[in-house]
């Protein structure tokens, strides 16, 4: 029964392929679906032909150009299926291929030929395509450190499953396309190609990976690293320099990815390590001043950069110049500025002399010129905080004193010492002479030469030579002759306080006295003491004595304890060790002296006599006017010239004069005068001063 229908199909196809191609009588092979069959790996399908104008066409599948399966239709005899595709490829009677479990492998081109001896070859082509679901995919970029001006950068994506179809990238939205018109990217199979990375670079990434069943969407932010790029340094406030005590801010930034780390230096110390750049500096002082360095270092790369400023804190120096001129090899006048200390170092010059200058210290050497006598030279100080200047004179020694000072050694011997000081510039040179002859012991000079020390035990030895010095610079010289005295004292005074109980004496010595000390010498009761007892003292009270000793130097002294009820004397007598001078005069204090008997006996004696005499005065007086008046009256008669001679050269006969040897008044008539003429005012009467009660003894 089996047989049976079998054969009946097989007539039935071989009338109806006769039937079909009984026009042609050829071998056509044809598919019901699609020549592009897409598929899951792991899913079943068919590639399905159909074929008429012969029975029984031989078949073979092609994988390329590989024969995987070859059958015989309605053939008894299995199809041969090559051995590497038997557990997935199976022969359908039609001659259609199936497939079980189908993998990814599978994909490809395949082609059906069915032959039949006599009708020619038909083929048909399928393109069977294998995908899978995507599944677990990523993106990464490489290398991981992506540099500006490095050679690629490269984007890859990775999944465990998955068949591409179609990609797509995109950066920050925009599309990407292949390199072409000297783009800088290149698209391969899973990658993604950037040559030569920049900056701009940076940014977000995006891939789209599609088939026929999904579709996944992939973002990568990628940035590329770069810099520090040249540091800008910026000073706030923006001054030329600053002063000690001054705030200030520096800042140092540069662009860079990530963000430059910021270290500041100076000196070799770290100040501040941070990515702010920022360095604050309150209350700079001089120390401060000099180069800061902004070092910058990029942290993922290494990448550093420096830079440096100078920050200029100044300081003028203290004071102002200091000018001075010597003499130099006693030849010529060196001028000389310093003013010292100052950040930076002040510029000095002596404009007068050229432009010449130094730092902090500048000398000039000039030749000898009377002309620099007196001139004013100017040196000059440029700071950049503040200018300043200063003068200097060059002249001849000026006028001098010499002066005299006497002191006592440890040996007992009297110290004369005579200084001559003239002011001149350059500092004069003194020479010293005694007795004429010039004075060569270096021990009796000083260093200076300003000052001559005498030694000796014997003061008249100071008084027997006349000592002579002379002060000497390049532009001339002065001298000066001293002759020493015997102890002396030039004024004396005494200053009485309120209340009667102290005085104080001053006393004057002359320049050239040798005085080693003073007596402080007293006349009077004995003073009484703190404790209100009288003190003792050598002596009665109406001799003076010493109460009190005195150095040399001494030019006052202040006795205590006086009684104001009593009188005292006092004087100073000066001394060169047992070499007494002449005392002063005495100065008296204490209550007004009252008349002596004598006096007051003279007083009483004279005070008649006194009255007598202005009674004869005024009766002279009398007969003077009354003689005058008489005389005037009288009738005056003209005379010859020879009478008038002989009258006039008559000699005065005594009767004309008065008593106690008074003249007459003398004649008007004579002078052709009247008395009236002759009067004048009588003196404005003036009291005199009041007396002062110390008295000179």
């Known amino acids: 029964m089996k047989t049976h229908e079998g054969l009946s199909g097989q007539v039935l196809m071989i009338i109806w392929g006769f039937a079909f191609s009984g026009a042609n009588g050829q071998l056509l092979v044809s598919a019901p679906g699609d020549a592009q069959v897409d598929t899951l790996a792991g899913a079943n399908l068919t590639l399905a032909v159909s074929f008429d104008g012969a029975p029984d066409p031989a078949v073979t599948w092609f994988k390329g150009r590989l024969p995987i399966v070859t059958w015989t239709v309605g053939s008894d005899a299995p199809p041969d299926v090559a051995e590497d595709y038997r557990e997935v490829l199976r022969l359908e009677p039609n001659g259609s291929l199936s497939f079980v479990h189908v993998p990814l492998g599978y994909d490809g081109n395949y082609t059906v030929e069915m ?6 070859t038909g083929s048909f082509n399928f393109t069977l395509r294998v995908f899978e679901l995507f599944e677990n995919v990523t993106m990464m970029a490489f290398p991981d450190l992506i540099e500006e001006g490095s050679e690629q950068l490269q984007l890859q994506y990775h999944m465990l499953r998955g068949v591409v179809e179609q990609q797509r990238w995109f950066f920050n939205g925009r599309a990407v396309a292949d390199g072409k018109g000297g783009s800088r990217y290149s698209l391969g199979p899973g990658i993604l190609v950037v040559r030569e990375p920049r900056r701009n670079d940076t940014g977000r990434y995006t891939v789209t990976l599609s088939n026929p069943f999904s579709s996944v969407t992939l973002d990568l932010n990628v940035t590329v690293l770069y810099g520090p790029d040249e540091p800008s340094i910026r000073i706030s406030p923006i001054q030329d320099f600053y002063l000690p005590g001054d705030s200030l801010t520096l800042s140092c930034q540069a662009d860079g990815a990530p963000q430059p780390l910021v270290r500041w230096t100076f000196d070799g110390e770290t100040l501040s390590d941070n990515a702010m750049g920022v360095l604050n500096l309150t209350g700079v002082q001089t120390k401060q001043n000099g180069l800061y360095t902004c070092d910058l270092r990029n942290q993922r790369t290494g990448a550093q950069r420096h830079k440096t400023v100078a920050l200029n804190v100044y300081e003028k120096p203290p004071g102002g110049p200091q000018c001075s001129v010597v003499s130099e090899d006693n030849q010529r006048l060196r001028y000389g500025c310093q003013w010292s200390g100052g950040t930076p170092p002040a510029r000095l010059s002596f404009p007068d002399f050229g432009d010449d200058s130094s730092l902090e210290n500048f000398t000039l050497s000039i030749n000898e010129s009377s002309q620099l006598d007196g001139k004013i030279v100017t040196c000059q100080g440029q700071h950049p905080v503040e200018n300043s200047k200063c003068d200097v004179t060059a002249g001849s020694p000026q006028n001098f004193l010499p002066t005299v000072r006497t002191d006592v050694d440890t040996e007992g011997k009297i110290v004369v010492s005579i ?28 260093d200076d030469t300003t000052r001559l020390d005498i030694r000796h035990r014997n003061v008249s030895v100071f008084l027997l030579q006349n000592y002579t010095c002379t002060c000497r610079n390049l532009l001339g010289g ?7 005295q015997e102890p002396s004292i030039s004024n004396f005074s005494l200053f009485p306080h309120k209340d009667g109980t102290i005085i104080t004496l001053t006393w004057e010595v002359p320049p050239t006295s040798i005085v080693t000390g003073f007596d402080i010498q007293m006349s009077g009761p004995a003073l009484v003491s703190a404790d209100g007892n009288l003190s003792q003292s050598k002596g009665s009270a109406d001799t003076f004595r010493t109460i009190l000793p005195k150095a040399g130097s001494a030019r006052s002294a202040d006795i205590f304890h006086l009684d104001p009820k009593s009188t005292y004397r006092f004087r100073v007598l000066p001394r060169a060790l047992m070499v007494e001078g002449q005392p002063t005069n005495a100065r008296r204090i204490g209550p007004a002296e009252g008349l002596s008997g004598p006096a007051i006996a003279g007083i009483a004696a004279g005070i008649p006599c006194s009255l007598l005499f202005l009674l004869l005065v005024c009766g002279l007086i009398y007969l003077a006017i009354y003689w005058n008046r008489a005389k005037r009256q009288q009738t005056r008669y003209p005379v010859s010239r020879a009478a008038e001679k002989v009258t006039t050269t008559q000699t005065q006969t005594p009767q004309n004069l008065l008593p106690r040897g008074v003249k007459s008044p003398p004649d008007y008539n004579r002078l052709r005068q009247t008395p009236s003429s002759l009067s004048v005012a009588p003196p404005t009467f003036v009291p005199p001063p009041p007396v002062r009660v110390a008295t000179t003894v």
């Open 115 to 120: 032959t039949k001896s006599g009708l020619g």
């Open 419 to 446: 200084s001559c000081l003239s002011r001149a510039a350059p500092p004069a040179t003194v020479s010293w002479f005694r007795g004429g002859e010039p004075v060569v012991d270096g021990d009796l000079i000083s």
């Open 478 to 484: 002065r001298t000066k002759h001293i002759r020493l």
